[in-house]
C-alpha cells in the first residue's frame, strides 16, 4: 500500500470524520454550526475535522458571502471506495457493499469469494516459489 493510501486510513479513522461525511452525502452542502449541531460537537472541533478532510481531498468547500459550505467530492469518494474495495477481503458476504471496479454493479457473495481466493492462490505460489528457492540454496550448501 503506498503511502497515500496509508494516510487516507489515517484520516478516516476518526469516527467523527466518517460522521460528518456521512451527514454531508445524506444532506448535501453544509455549513460549519449546521453541521456541529446535528453531530453535537463543537463548531472549533468541527472545522479542525474539516481541514483535515478538505486536506485529504474527501471534502470541498465553497463560499457563499460570509458563509462557507461544505460537501463531499463524490470523486475523491470513489477513488476512496475503490482503495477500500481493492484491501477489504473481511469475508462478510453480503453485509459488505464492495463493488466491482470495472462498472457499478454490486458483486455476489461467490464472485467476491472467487476473486479472494484467486488472489490469495496467487500469493501462496508466490510464497511456494520462494520456499522452493530457499529449498534448493540449502541443498546446495549441504
Known amino acids: ?31 460549519v454550526n449546521e453541521m456541529a449541531r446535528t453531530l453535537g460537537i463543537s463548531a ?13 481531498g474527501l471534502v470541498q468547500n465553497q463560499r457563499k458571502g460570509f458563509w462557507i459550505a461544505y460537501d463531499v467530492d463524490p470523486v475523491a469518494l470513489e477513488q476512496c471506495r475503490k482503495v477500500i474495495s481493492e484491501v477489504c477481503q473481511c469475508g462478510c458476504e453480503e453485509s459488505c457493499r464492495v463493488t466491482d471496479l470495472v462498472g457499478c454493479r454490486e458483486i455476489s457473495p461467490g464472485e467476491r469469494e472467487l476473486a479472494n481466493l484467486t488472489k490469495r492462490e496467487k500469493e501462496l505460489e508466490e510464497e511456494l516459489q520462494k520456499v522452493r528457492v530457499r529449498l534448493k540454496k540449502v541443498k546446495e550448501e549441504t
Do not use: N, T, W
Not at 497515500?4 to 448535501?28: M, N, P, T
Not at 472549533?44 to 485529504?56: D, G, V
Open 1 to 31: 500500500m503506498c503511502r497515500k493510501e496509508a494516510e487516507l486510513f489515517k484520516v478516516l479513522g476518526v469516527g467523527s470524520r466518517i460522521r460528518i461525511i456521512d451527514l454531508l452525502k445524506q444532506k448535501g452542502p453544509l455549513y
Open 44 to 56: 472549533s472541533a468541527l472545522s479542525q475535522h474539516l481541514k483535515i478532510l478538505r486536506h485529504a
